[in-house]
């Protein structure tokens, strides 16, 4: 959208599209916001609810900049809260847009523009078009034709995807064409989904803040700090999300596959995507099925990166000790095309018949008995051994697993810590169990239904 008038909040009023606004404003906001408030609302697009409140955020600290041209950025983010469905959102913006305008020098035929889309912003925030289902600007707009009683089609997620990656390459961000079009057959009704992959720059999600990432994850790990370092070595920050192929092994409840979506869930904001699989139950699904099949299906690094619609999510692999060579495959014959940096650069998925870049995929592994695994993949991983807790380690982790009963139960929230008593039962019974991780939860779950039991009887 280029720039016609000299205040940012004006040129708004002309978008005919919440997306477009929202990636022309970033854009010539980024150098106030700083590199990380930027990453975050980008990375936060597709989620209305999450983008909402860092908004908000942004707003705050533009006004905090204290300068004028600051002052009209902040204005000009605010009118992306404006809600039709909520018309009380649209009074801290109006009257200081109305005024812009007002005082503005604007030729004739730019001024009727503007005050004609304004005329729309004005009818939202008197409730006209609560019923509406798109926003305020589709709905300012004067060819859309667009009222709150004509059943209006919501964009699909297809075309908020390729919003998000159009914005990372118009501020410098990375992408990668993960498949390309002349290297691609045509798709046949079983793979409709996937066209949103065709000639698409997805977005290489960046790492933000390597030294917080490990920070957090110690905190919540006390038992498996040097395995966590281990995990961390490959990541930069600034760089892309990238893990050479790992295989976390460790006593059953130690805690490994948690693990893996903590990192996940810290390193992404969202955007990478945990795609589990359990190598005991269908060894051959993982490379997919032919194309001939009516049931076709896309290998699972491809159906990772399409739900993600990144290039480089993480895939994860549970159990892979277990995995057995069958007559419906074999999942470390399917896990050496993946591993292999070329190889994987030039993917021939066989449901897709296309060849896909899938170099950026990071695999994480999780095993009982590492020594299970066959040579060819003990090669192409990195063997990581996640220790068993211990009592010494029971403060914390009791701690950390009272804190996520409390993020999924309200009632919980506020909860006072557990007492030196609790915690000593716990450890009784948590040693029988061979400290389990699953256990401990079920532990403390159990130590606050005895808590409850007792305040009812007093």
């Known amino acids: 959208m280029r720039s016609r008038y000299s205040h940012p909040a004006l040129q708004l009023l002309t978008s005919d599209r919440w997306t477009d606004a929202f990636g022309w404003l970033l854009t010539i906001s980024h150098g106030l916001l700083g590199e990380q408030v930027a990453q975050g609302l980008l990375d936060a697009v597709n989620d209305r609810p999450e983008v909402q409140s860092k908004i908000h955020g942004a707003v705050a600290l533009l006004y905090h900049h204290s300068t004028p041209s600051a002052g009209q950025l902040a204005l000009a983010w605010q009118m992306l809260t404006c809600d039709p ?25 730019d001024d009727e523009v503007v005050r004609r889309r304004l005329r729309g912003w004005w009818r939202a925030a008197d409730g006209d078009y609560r019923a509406a289902k798109v926003s305020v600007f589709r709905l300012a707009d004067p060819e859309a034709e667009c009222w709150p009683d004509v059943a209006v089609a919501v964009d699909p997620p297809r075309h908020h995807v390729s919003t ?12 990668l064409v993960v498949m390309p079009k002349d290297k691609s057959t045509a798709l046949n009704g079983h793979q409709t989904a996937y066209k949103a992959l065709v000639d ?18 110690h905190r919540e790990f006390p038992h498996a700090t040097s395995a966590i370092d281990l995990m961390l070595r490959d990541l930069r920050d600034g760089r892309p999300f990238k893990l050479r192929p790992i295989c976390l092994s ?8 948690r693990l893996v979506r903590r990192l996940a869930a810290l390193a992404s904001k969202r955007q990478l995507h945990v795609h589990r699989f359990d190598g005991a139950v269908a060894d051959g699904m993982f490379a997919g099925t032919a194309k001939g099949w009516s049931n076709t299906i896309p290998s699972v690094p491809v159906r990772a990166v399409h739900a993600s619609m990144t290039a480089n999510p993480i895939v994860m692999i549970d159990e892979i000790d277990k995995c057995k060579e ?4 074999y999942l470390a014959h399917a896990l050496l ?4 940096p070329e190889t994987a650069r030039r993917y021939r998925d066989q449901s897709l018949d296309a060849e896909l870049d ?3 995929v990071s695999y994480i592994a999780t095993a009982n008995d590492a020594s299970l695994l066959p040579g060819m993949l003990r090669d192409r991983f990195r063997l990581i051994r996640m ?33 030196a008593d609790e915690l000593a039962n716990i450890g009784k019974i948590w040693r029988r169990h061979g400290f389990s991780m699953r256990a401990l939860k079920s532990l403390v779950e159990g130590t606050l239904e005895v808590r409850d039991q007792c305040a009812m009887r007093h």
């Open 387 to 419: 220790p068993t807790p211990t009592l010494e380690h029971l403060p914390a982790l009791a701690a950390n697993v009272l804190a996520e009963i409390a993020s999924e139960d309200e009632s919980r929230a506020g909860e006072p810590p557990l007492a």
């Open 164 to 175: 998000a990656a159009s914005l990372y390459a118009d501020i410098g961000l990375p992408t």
């Open 85 to 109: 469905r909520r018309p009380a959102s649209f009074w801290p913006v109006l009257p200081q847009l109305q005024y812009v305008l007002d005082t503005a020098e604007l030729a004739e035929d």
């Open 358 to 360: 899938l170099s950026m």
């Open 326 to 329: 069958s007559q419906n495959g």
């Open 200 to 217: 698409a720059a997805l977005p290489l999600i960046l790492v933000r803040d390597v030294q917080a990432i490990r920070t957090k994850l």
């Open 250 to 257: 460790g006593s059953a409840g130690a805690g490994k596959s």
């Open 337 to 340: 095309s993946c591993t292999d």
